[in-house]
C-alpha cells in the first residue's frame, strides 16, 4: 500500500537557522508534490508545488527538492523566524494520469517546526 | 469572509446521535473533500465528489455519509457516532483546470467530540 513518511519528531531550531524537513514515500509515483502548513486549530494552507520533472523549486524563503529516483522531497526554511513554528504536511499527487481521480491527494502525518529566538 | 467556511466548529455530542457537519465555499470550485484529523495519522480522505452529481468513497468513508446540494455545499453526516469519531474534521476545495496549482483550500475545521 502507498506509505507517505514525515518525521513524527519535532524539529527544534534557533532563530536564523534552516530547518530541513523530508518526506519519503513507498510504492507510490507521484507527478506532483504539495507542501502546506498548519498552524494549531486552523486548517492547512498551501505553500508549494513541485512536479516530477523539477528538482528544485523555491518561494522566498523556501525551497523543496524532489528525488524521484530516492522517492524522497526535502523542505527547507532558511533563515528561520519564530512566526515560522508551525506543522508541516507533504502531499503526494498523482497527476493527470491518474484520470479521474487527479487531485485526490495523499498527506504525511507533518513535522512540527518550532523555531526559538 | 472566509472562502470556506465550515458549522459547526465545535460539537460535543453523545454516542448513538446523528451529527451533520456542512461545508460552504465560495471560491466557484467544483471539487470538494472532506477529511478527518488524528494527532499522528494526519489528513484521511471521507469522502470527495468532484461535481455536484459526482461522490466518491475515500480510505475511511465507513460510518460517514455525505450530501452534496449544490457547488457551494458539501455536507458530512454520522448517522449514528461512536466515540472513535472524536476528530478534527476539515472541509476542502480545489480547481484542477484554474491557474493554479490544484492545490488544495481548506475550511477552518470542526472538533467533534463524542461521548
Known amino acids: 500500500s502507498q506509505k507517505i513518511e514525515q518525521n513524527s519528531e519535532a524539529l527544534n531550531i534557533q532563530e536564523g537557522k534552516t530547518a530541513t524537513l523530508t518526506c519519503n514515500y513507498t510504492?507510490?509515483?507521484?507527478?506532483?508534490l504539495q507542501w502546506y502548513r498548519q498552524d494549531p486549530g486552523r486548517g492547512p494552507v498551501f505553500l508549494l508545488l513541485i512536479r516530477e520533472n523539477e528538482k528544485e523549486k523555491r518561494k522566498e524563503r523556501l525551497k523543496v527538492t524532489f528525488d524521484t529516483t530516492l522517492k524522497q522531497s526535502l523542505f527547507h526554511i532558511t533563515a528561520s523566524q519564530p512566526a515560522d513554528s508551525a506543522t508541516y504536511l507533504c502531499a503526494l499527487d498523482g497527476g493527470p494520469s491518474q484520470g479521474d481521480s487527479w487531485g485526490k491527494l495523499q498527506f504525511g502525518a507533518g513535522t512540527q517546526v518550532v523555531v526559538t529566538p | 469572509d472566509a472562502d470556506v467556511t465550515q458549522t459547526p466548529r465545535n460539537r460535543i455530542t453523545k454516542t448513538g446521535k446523528r451529527i451533520m457537519l456542512e461545508c460552504s465555499q465560495t471560491k466557484g470550485h467544483d471539487r470538494m473533500y472532506w477529511y478527518r484529523q488524528d494527532p499522528g495519522l494526519g489528513l484521511r480522505l471521507i469522502y470527495y465528489s468532484f461535481d455536484v452529481k459526482d461522490i466518491n468513497k475515500g480510505e475511511i468513508s465507513d460510518g460517514y455519509s455525505v450530501s452534496r446540494q449544490a457547488q457551494a455545499k458539501f455536507s458530512l453526516s454520522l448517522e449514528s457516532a461512536i466515540p472513535n469519531q472524536t476528530a478534527l474534521y476539515f472541509c476542502?476545495?480545489?480547481?484542477?483546470?484554474?491557474?493554479?496549482?490544484?492545490?488544495?483550500?481548506f475550511g477552518p475545521g470542526t472538533r467533534l467530540t463524542v461521548l
Open positions: 510504492n507510490y509515483s507521484p507527478a506532483y
Open positions: 476542502a476545495t480545489s480547481d484542477p483546470t484554474g491557474q493554479g496549482y490544484n492545490e488544495q483550500f
